[in-house]
């Protein structure tokens, strides 16, 4: 072994050394339907008028540690009472890894499966012990009876549950996430960071569980780029957070941008709507489509499986027309075979389906 893999491997944690890193795809020039981003951007003037509050920025200076104004809007829009604590993240990414890092060494923590990746990438990286329930198998809705037996076994100290589903797409049900609230020992995350495009919420619920905590993100709504998740729960909970962020992790920029984003936000429920409408339209043509099975959705993806070809092939083929989406291809069942792609503009959908329509009209020709 070279010195220098010697000296990782003697300094780093097992897990660390057998993990892979997250892997994003190189994106430039295609048309990018990969990773649930709002594809709109905004009118001109609204631009010119984010760019004067920018230039009161100063950004010699430490940001506010507690980001007032921006959590202020945040328990304004998401009509958070006082008596709740409210936590902000660098994204819910970084939401996640506080919760986790806050656990004692070892902890259980759980998730269905499959679900959102970073519960279990953040949990591997910290040591912890992940367990993945997997979720049936023909609607991808909660196994309840094997959910609640695996929480009274593994006693997880933290359940995440997205709500919608990452990369199902669906709401699990409302009275199965109620009974794991009330089974769990420790806390349940609901993770609503497709909420623009659901009227589902356990926002409301907050104040009636000591375990509960929702978080979200405006990552969906239109600001990734931004970099900014929120967690609202019970005050203790969030005030023995509060000690290990990093004091300034919402900078300065991201601060007043979202507070100004968030001020205009009729363009945001313009957007969300036109993305619904167009979820809708993608949805019936993809269901057209007799080679493809393809799942409901409440957020702006669509997951649908390949059916008795390689969906590797037809992801291939769609890249090679410079449109960009996600294989889950390789995932165990029930991924097997599936393919998410993002709901984008009705040019950018419409380029995807010709792309689509044009691979099985080939295939059908060379059978
Ligand atoms: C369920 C779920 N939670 C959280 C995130 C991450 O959000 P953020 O951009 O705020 O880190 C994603 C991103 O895809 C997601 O699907």
């Known amino acids: 072994m070279k010195t220098i893999e010697k000296l990782s491997t003697a300094i780093f944690r097992k897990n660390i050394l ?13 048309i990018k339907l990969d990773a649930m ?42 009509e958070i009472p006082t008596e709740l604590g409210i936590l902000l993240g660098n994204g819910s990414d970084e939401i996640i890894q506080l919760l986790l890092m806050a656990l004692p060494p070892t902890a259980p923590v759980m ?32 196994d309840l009876p094997r959910f609640i037996q695996s929480i009274k076994e593994i006693k997880p100290k933290i359940i995440f549950l997205a709500y919608p589903n990452n990369p199902t797409g669906n709401l699990f049900n409302t009275s199965d996430i109620q009974e794991i609230i009330n089974q769990a020992p420790g806390l349940v995350i609901i993770d609503e960071a497709y909420a623009p495009f659901t009227d589902a919420t356990f926002m409301s619920e907050i104040s009636d569980f000591d375990n509960l905590l929702v978080m979200r993100t405006v990552s969906k709504l239109g600001l990734a780029g ?6 609202v729960g019970q005050n203790e909970i969030i005030n ?14 991201t601060q007043v941008s979202t507070l100004f984003a968030l001020s205009n936000y009729a363009i945001f429920e313009q957007q969300t709507q036109l993305i619904c409408q167009e979820r809708t339209a993608l949805m019936q043509a993809l269901n057209n489509i007799p080679q493809l099975e393809v799942f409901p959705s409440d957020a702006n993806f669509i997951l649908f499986r390949v059916l008795n070809q390689s969906a590797d092939a037809l992801f291939t083929f769609l890249k090679g027309q410079q449109v960009l989406i996600k294989s889950l291809a390789h995932h165990d069942a029930p991924l097997t075979n599936c393919l998410r792609v993002t709901v984008g503009k009705k040019e950018e959908n419409r380029i995807f389906l010709t792309a689509l329509s044009q691979y099985f009209s080939r295939l059908n020709q060379e059978n």
């Not at 057998?18 to 295609?30: K, L, S």
């Not at 023995?240 to 920029?253: E, S």
């Open 37 to 78: 981003e709002n594809p709109y951007g905004w009118p001109n003037e609204l631009t010119e008028a984010w760019l004067k509050t920018l230039r009161n920025c100063e950004i010699n200076r430490y940001p506010d540690p507690d980001a007032r104004h921006l959590s202020d809007k945040l328990r304004e829009m998401n």
């Open 18 to 30: 057998e993990m892979t890193a997250y892997q994003v795809a190189e994106a430039d020039g295609f």
């Open 240 to 253: 023995q957070l509060n000690k290990i962020r990093l004091p300034y992790n919402i900078n300065v920029l």
């Open 111 to 142: 998730a269905p499966d499959p679900s959102f990746v970073m519960y279990k990438q953040i949990s591997d990286g910290l040591d912890l012990n992940f367990h993945a329930i997997p979720l049936q198998e023909n609607n991808f809705e909660l």
């Open 226 to 231: 931004l970099r900014l998740g929120y967690l």
